[in-house]
C-alpha cells in the first residue's frame, strides 16, 4: 500500500503564492507517477499537474491550460516528495487539492490508484 499526505494549503490574497507538498510511502517512489488534482464546489475533479516516470532518473511534466506558466511540479527522490509550487494565484484556483499516484510502469494518462485527503487552497479577491 502506498500512502499519500498532502500539506501546504491555507488562505492567500489573489497574485501571491502557496508550495504544496506531497509525502509518499514506497521504496519505489522514483518510479511513481504523481498528478496533482483539485475540486471546487460545484465542479468535477480535474487535473492541474502530472509528473510521468520516463525512465531512470527522467520524468516529463504537464500542467492543465489553466495553470501554464503559474504552477510547477517537481519531485525531491530523496525525501519520497513531490511539490505544487502555485504562483500568481487567482480565486477561481480556490479548490481542494489532492496528490495522487499511479505505480504502473509505463502509463499514456495517469489513472491514479493511491490518493491523498486533500489540503484546502483558497484564495481571496
Known amino acids: 500500500q502506498v500512502q499519500l499526505v498532502e500539506s501546504g494549503g491555507g488562505l492567500v490574497q489573489a497574485g501571491g503564492s502557496l508550495r504544496l507538498s506531497c509525502v509518499a510511502s514506497?521504496?519505489?517512489?522514483?518510479?511513481?507517477?504523481i498528478g496533482w488534482f483539485r475540486q471546487a464546489p460545484g465542479k468535477e475533479r480535474e487535473s492541474v499537474a502530472a509528473?510521468?516516470?520516463?525512465?531512470?532518473?527522467?520524468?516529463?511534466?504537464d500542467y492543465a491550460d489553466s495553470v501554464k506558466g503559474r504552477f510547477t511540479i517537481s519531485r525531491d527522490n530523496t525525501k519520497n516528495t513531490v511539490y505544487l509550487q502555485m504562483n500568481s494565484l487567482k480565486p477561481e484556483d480556490t479548490a481542494i487539492y489532492y496528490c495522487?499516484?499511479?505505480?504502473?510502469?509505463?502509463?499514456?494518462?495517469?489513472?491514479?490508484?493511491?490518493w491523498g485527503q486533500g489540503t484546502q487552497v483558497t484564495v481571496s479577491s
Open positions: 514506497g521504496r519505489t517512489f522514483r518510479s511513481y507517477h
Open positions: 495522487a499516484a499511479d505505480t504502473r510502469t509505463s502509463v499514456v494518462t495517469i489513472t491514479p490508484n493511491y
Open positions: 509528473l510521468k516516470w520516463t525512465g531512470g532518473n527522467t520524468y516529463y511534466a
